[in-house]
């Protein structure tokens, strides 16, 4: 024992001094790294290994199917649901309510994975042959149907649907009681229930959750009815009358705490429910973590337009992903490690709400455009540090979300298609947009987009095409160097001198040099803002800078002190200044 209590303070003392040399040593190799390498570096492997795990994030889609399947359109769903906790499985009845665009419509191909049972399939009530084709069903129509005709299909199945992607299809245990939860994007909503799994098909659904009655089962839209069953059960009934892509259906089911908070429409005639929805042990850190979830509805609905799902709900329910939340339409599910009672989290709270908006009513044409999504939501992040605290917490949270390196393009992004690129330089794209149109032209930007899209697809071509129409600019430039195929930014070095003009007190002129250093564009084109700093104040001009090396000439009153080119960053960059010439 005394031995012990001498070898204790001994090893805390070397266990100290390695830790001292080792934080010594990793500095002084920092200071011989170019940092900028190092993000690089990082976002490379990172990429990769999401690349790895998450290989099947976008499933490949069968172009023939994919063919036969937009000879359809559903217009709704009604989902019917229940569980066998124990052996993670779950027992569905689906009806697919559609509208038959052809009248060669031999085969209707539903989307359900390959190890998913089918028990029948009935065409307007009637039961009809089917055979699988990896992972779809396709249900023998025998030519029945004719050009615009309704048709409703019934499929019964049941299964232990396989984990894909982030986190399909789950069931852990919160509070000593099992939770069963979601996440279908990109395209995993065939893993756990059979449907028209493409983005453009949005439709309306019911969705009847029946769980044990300790349970509460949130869905999207307005809980119609809740039923006590003679077997200690309950029955959840769900209804959305919004169109909704299927990976935004969502299941949240846990032991839940529930709160509720009113946002008042923008006219003052509705009083919509935000509801919220927490493991009890949870309950508080939540309260305080999303207490600004109502004010924060206010502003972006005056800035972007109504909230898109005004006459049902918002709500935010946790759930057993540690990756992060997912924008579930009408219901952000929120990862129960983002609940920490600081609010350390709220950019999040901010990005799935902004989501509502742009992700579930406007939803991107193709997955190439999935920068219309995250980096919209990243940009309200922004936004709402700019409406809480001021200009310079923009500057500041914009300079935060430079990452110095972005792997390839925001458009169609290669690899794991939800890495900062999409991310960070998606809502840099849009930061550097409203630079370029002013603050009223690019309020006016989204308002448009939303408005016209709301409720439909999009694609960034459509987007573009609005920007261009309300500046009446031919933005080609922008998209091209920022979206399309520019990977890299403008690396900028400059000098400048100044002389005194003849025949004045007060005035110089002052020619300043600029060069665009990058490798990966010949010219990044783009209006820089221009800072001279006098003796007797600042003076801020905006030229164009569209050539690799460009002289710009500028006379100032007062004796010049110093050159800044963009202060208040707004170009996505790399600078530096060179000594005067």
Same mark, same amino acid.
């Given at each position: 024992m005394n031995n012990l209590k001498i070898l204790f303070p001994v090893l805390m003392i070397v266990f100290l001094a390695i830790t001292f040399w080792s934080v010594i040593s990793l500095k002084v190799m920092l200071s011989f790294v170019d940092k900028d390498q190092i993000y690089k570096y990082y976002q490379i492997i990172s990429a990769k290994y999401y690349e790895n795990i998450e290989s099947d994030q976008v499933s490949d889609t069968n172009p023939g199917i994919l063919s036969s399947q937009s000879l359809y359109d559903v217009k709704s769903y009604k989902l019917d649901f229940s569980f066998d906790i124990q052996q993670k499985k779950i027992i569905g009845t689906v009806n697919m309510n559609s509208e038959s665009l052809s009248d060669t419509l031999s085969f209707i191909y539903i989307d359900l994975a390959g190890n998913m049972n089918v028990n029948s399939v009935k065409l307007n009530g009637m039961e009809i042959s089917h055979f699988r084709v990896d992972d779809y069903i396709a249900a023998d129509t025998k030519g029945k149907l004719k050009l615009n005709e309704s048709f409703d299909i019934r499929i019964v199945y049941e299964g232990i649907p396989e984990n894909k992607g982030f986190d399909s299809f789950s069931i852990k245990k919160f509070d000593d009681e099992p939770a069963i939860y979601t996440l279908s994007e990109p395209n995993h909503a065939k893993t756990w229930w059979p449907c028209k799994d493409v983005m453009t098909d949005k439709a309306d659904a /019911?969705?009847?959750?029946?769980?044990?009655?300790?349970?509460?089962?949130?869905?999207?839209?307005?809980?119609?009815?809740?039923?006590?069953?003679?077997?200690?059960?309950?029955?959840?009934?769900?209804?959305?009358?919004?169109?909704?892509?299927?990976? $935004?259906?969502?299941?949240?089911?846990?032991?839940?705490?529930? +709160?509720?908070?009113?946002?008042?429409?923008?006219? =003052?005639?509705?009083?919509?429910?935000?509801?919220?929805?927490?493991? !009890?042990?949870?309950? /508080?850190?939540?309260?305080?973590? +999303?207490?600004?979830?109502? /004010?924060m509805l206010k502003f972006f609905s005056d800035y972007i337009?109504?909230? !898109?799902?005004?006459?049902?709900?918002? =709500?935010?329910?946790?759930?057993?992903?540690?990756?992060?939340?997912?924008?579930?339409?009408?219901?952000?599910?929120?990862?129960?490690? $983002?609940?920490?009672?600081?609010?350390?989290? /709220?950019?999040?709270?901010?990005?799935?709400?902004?989501?509502?908006? #742009?992700?579930?009513?406007?939803?991107?044409?193709? +997955?190439?455009?999935?920068?219309?999504?995250?980096? #919209?939501?990243?940009?309200?992040?922004?936004?709402?540090?700019?409406?809480?605290?001021?200009?310079?917490? $923009?500057?500041?949270?914009m300079k935060k979300n430079d990452y110095s390196f972005f792997m390839g393009t925001v458009y169609d992004p290669e690899g794991f298609i939800f890495g900062p690129t999409v991310y960070k330089k998606g809502s840099w794209c849009l930061h550097m947009l409203r630079g370029v149109t002013g603050d009223s032209l690019f309020r006016q930007i989204i308002r448009t987009y939303y408005d016209e899209y709301?409720?439909?697809?999009?694609?960034?071509?459509?987007?573009?095409?609005?920007?261009?129409?309300?500046?009446?600019?031919?933005?080609?430039?922008?998209?091209?160097? +920022?979206?399309?195929?520019?990977? =890299?930014?403008?690396?900028?070095?400059?000098?400048?001198k100044y002389e005194k003009v003849q025949a004045s007190d007060d005035l110089y002129k002052v020619d300043l040099f600029l060069k665009q250093n990058q490798d990966d564009l010949e010219v990044y084109s783009m209006p820089l803002r221009i800072l001279f700093k006098t003796n007797t104040g600042d003076e801020e001009i905006t030229v164009?800078?569209?050539?690799?090396?460009?002289?710009?000439?500028?006379?100032?009153? =007062?004796? !010049?002190?110093?050159?800044?080119?963009?202060?208040?960053?707004?170009?996505?960059?790399k600078i530096k200044k060179e000594e005067n010439n």
């Amino acid at each position: 024992m005394n031995n012990l209590k001498i070898l204790f303070p001994v090893l805390m003392i070397v266990f100290l001094a390695i830790t001292f040399w080792s934080v010594i040593s990793l500095k002084v190799m920092l200071s011989f790294v170019d940092k900028d390498q190092i993000y690089k570096y990082y976002q490379i492997i990172s990429a990769k290994y999401y690349e790895n795990i998450e290989s099947d994030q976008v499933s490949d889609t069968n172009p023939g199917i994919l063919s036969s399947q937009s000879l359809y359109d559903v217009k709704s769903y009604k989902l019917d649901f229940s569980f066998d906790i124990q052996q993670k499985k779950i027992i569905g009845t689906v009806n697919m309510n559609s509208e038959s665009l052809s009248d060669t419509l031999s085969f209707i191909y539903i989307d359900l994975a390959g190890n998913m049972n089918v028990n029948s399939v009935k065409l307007n009530g009637m039961e009809i042959s089917h055979f699988r084709v990896d992972d779809y069903i396709a249900a023998d129509t025998k030519g029945k149907l004719k050009l615009n005709e309704s048709f409703d299909i019934r499929i019964v199945y049941e299964g232990i649907p396989e984990n894909k992607g982030f986190d399909s299809f789950s069931i852990k245990k919160f509070d000593d009681e099992p939770a069963i939860y979601t996440l279908s994007e990109p395209n995993h909503a065939k893993t756990w229930w059979p449907c028209k799994d493409v983005m453009t098909d949005k439709a309306d659904a /019911e969705i009847i959750i029946t769980v044990p009655e300790k349970l509460t089962a949130v869905s999207n839209g307005l809980l119609i009815n809740v039923s006590d069953n003679k077997n200690g059960s309950k029955t959840f009934h769900w209804k959305t009358s919004y169109p909704t892509a299927t990976y $935004l259906v969502s299941l949240a089911i846990g032991k839940y705490d529930k +709160w509720t908070d009113t946002y008042t429409s923008m006219d =003052g005639k509705i009083q919509m429910p935000v509801e919220y929805y927490t493991y !009890p042990y949870l309950t /508080e850190k939540a309260k305080y973590d +999303w207490k600004n979830t109502v /004010e924060m509805l206010k502003f972006f609905s005056d800035y972007i337009g109504e909230y !898109p799902f005004i006459n049902e709900k918002y =709500g935010m329910a946790t759930f057993g992903w540690v990756g992060g939340a997912m924008e579930h339409q009408t219901i952000s599910s929120m990862g129960y490690t $983002l609940v920490t009672g600081n609010g350390k989290y /709220e950019d999040i709270v901010v990005h799935e709400l902004v989501h509502q908006w #742009f992700g579930d009513a406007v939803t991107p044409a193709t +997955w190439k455009d999935i920068w219309l999504n995250e980096g #919209f939501a990243s940009y309200g992040e922004a936004m709402w540090v700019e409406h809480t605290k001021g200009k310079e917490a $923009l500057k500041n949270f914009m300079k935060k979300n430079d990452y110095s390196f972005f792997m390839g393009t925001v458009y169609d992004p290669e690899g794991f298609i939800f890495g900062p690129t999409v991310y960070k330089k998606g809502s840099w794209c849009l930061h550097m947009l409203r630079g370029v149109t002013g603050d009223s032209l690019f309020r006016q930007i989204i308002r448009t987009y939303y408005d016209e899209y709301k409720y439909k697809n999009a694609d960034t071509y459509q987007f573009q095409k609005i920007c261009e129409d309300i500046t009446g600019n031919d933005l080609n430039y922008f998209f091209n160097q +920022w979206i399309f195929t520019g990977t =890299g930014r403008p690396e900028y070095s400059y000098s400048w001198k100044y002389e005194k003009v003849q025949a004045s007190d007060d005035l110089y002129k002052v020619d300043l040099f600029l060069k665009q250093n990058q490798d990966d564009l010949e010219v990044y084109s783009m209006p820089l803002r221009i800072l001279f700093k006098t003796n007797t104040g600042d003076e801020e001009i905006t030229v164009f800078n569209d050539s690799r090396s460009q002289q710009i000439s500028h006379s100032v009153k =007062g004796i !010049p002190l110093d050159v800044i080119i963009d202060n208040d960053n707004w170009v996505l960059k790399k600078i530096k200044k060179e000594e005067n010439n």
